[in-house]
């Protein structure tokens, strides 16, 4: 939050050109600065540990999760410019990514040339992404809503399922494609299935996997039934399978009010995430 009130801060973002330069400057940057961190301070201390996976996972990720927060944060002027096509982009990192990988120029086929150059087809993606569903998603739909609050136990649970299936069906770790397929789309049903019949119909649940509270902050009655606060008109129902019920994603309350931020564009960021 400090770094986005900065003087600094606010020239490199000036226009839309200047914004994606410092995104992506920015992940890349601490890229190589957390693997630089893994290997010089983490590798020596645990060597090939199983641990090892963890963190290093973490690392990879952390620059990305420090992007969205980044986007949360200055919505009101990061994420017009964020959620544009940028087609130019994604073709020239998919070159530099085919690239890397075959090895057709030395400095880029090094392993931080390959996380470079994946790291920048990531944000590639991710941005065109913003920008087609900024179109196909302008505002609330339940439908939409509800895949949404499901992707986060997709999310959280198909690592372990993915290894589940492939274990129960006898698969060595050389899937090929139709292997892959299969117990992809198991995995899938498995862990939709989960959200639908146990998180969804389980307000504690909800809280630790979806982090979704009741809007009015109060639960109440006989064998955990929840009669929320009645909450305000311009706040939409989440569509359950438990039927409408009011909740809202638990603020990150360690953060500064922003009451410039425009309600509508929230909205729509919150619609689009």
Same mark, same amino acid.
């Given at each position: 939050?400090?770094?986005?009130?900065?003087?600094?801060?606010? %020239?490199?973002?000036?226009? #839309?050109? %200047?914004?994606?330069?410092?995104? &992506?400057?920015?992940?890349?940057?601490? *890229?190589?600065?957390?693997?630089?961190?893994?290997?010089?301070? !983490?590798?020596?201390? &645990?060597?090939?540990?199983? $641990?090892?996976?963890?963190?290093?996972?973490?690392?990879?990720? +952390?620059?990305?999760?420090?992007?969205?927060?980044?986007?949360?944060?200055?919505?009101? %002027?990061? +994420?017009?410019?964020?959620?544009?096509?940028?087609?130019?982009?994604?073709?020239?990192?998919?070159?530099?990514?085919?690239?890397?990988? #075959?090895?057709?120029?030395?400095?880029?086929?090094?392993?931080?040339? !390959?996380? @470079?150059?994946?790291? $920048?087809?990531?944000?590639?993606?991710?941005?065109?992404?913003?920008? !087609?569903?900024? =179109?196909?998603?302008?505002?609330?739909?339940?439908?939409?809503?509800?895949?949404?609050?499901?992707?986060?136990?997709?999310? @959280?649970?198909?690592?372990?399922? *993915?290894?589940?299936?492939?274990?129960?069906?006898?698969?060595?770790?050389?899937?090929?494609?139709?292997?892959?397929?299969?117990?992809?789309?198991?995995?899938?049903?498995?862990?939709?299935?989960?959200?639908?019949?146990?998180?969804?119909?389980?307000?504690?649940?909800?809280? &630790?996997?979806?982090?979704?509270?009741?809007?009015?902050?109060?639960?109440?009655? %006989?064998?955990?039934?929840? #009669?929320?606060?009645?909450?305000?008109?311009?706040?939409?129902?989440?569509?359950?399978?438990?039927?409408?019920?009011?909740? =809202?994603?638990?603020?990150? #309350?360690?953060?500064?009010?922003?009451?410039?931020?425009?309600?509508?564009?929230?909205?729509?960021?919150?619609?689009?995430?």
């Amino acid at each position: 939050s400090r770094v986005v009130s900065s003087p600094v801060y606010r %020239r490199a973002t000036t226009g #839309r050109p %200047r914004v994606m330069a410092t995104i &992506i400057v920015s992940v890349m940057v601490s *890229i190589i600065v957390m693997r630089g961190g893994y290997r010089a301070a !983490v590798v020596p201390a &645990i060597g090939s540990d199983p $641990l090892d996976l963890p963190v290093e996972e973490t690392l990879d990720y +952390l620059p990305f999760f420090l992007l969205g927060v980044l986007l949360h944060l200055d919505r009101r %002027r990061l +994420l017009p410019a964020f959620q544009r096509p940028a087609p130019i982009l994604l073709a020239v990192a998919g070159v530099l990514l085919l690239a890397s990988t #075959r090895g057709w120029v030395g400095g880029l086929a090094s392993s931080t040339g !390959v996380v @470079l150059s994946r790291t $920048l087809f990531t944000v590639a993606i991710t941005v065109n992404l913003f920008a !087609v569903a900024s =179109r196909l998603v302008p505002g609330p739909r339940p439908a939409v809503r509800y895949l949404s609050d499901a992707s986060y136990t997709v999310y @959280l649970f198909h690592y372990f399922w *993915i290894y589940v299936i492939a274990t129960l069906l006898s698969f060595d770790p050389s899937l090929r494609w139709p292997q892959m397929l299969l117990v992809t789309a198991l995995t899938f049903g498995v862990t939709f299935a989960l959200h639908h019949f146990v998180i969804l119909r389980s307000p504690f649940l909800r809280k &630790i996997f979806n982090g979704k509270f009741p809007a009015g902050g109060r639960q109440g009655g %006989r064998h955990g039934d929840r #009669r929320p606060a009645a909450a305000p008109a311009a706040r939409t129902a989440t569509v359950t399978a438990a039927g409408s019920e009011p909740e =809202r994603t638990q603020p990150l #309350r360690w953060l500064p009010p922003a009451p410039h931020l425009d309600p509508e564009r929230t909205q729509q960021l919150h619609w689009i995430l």
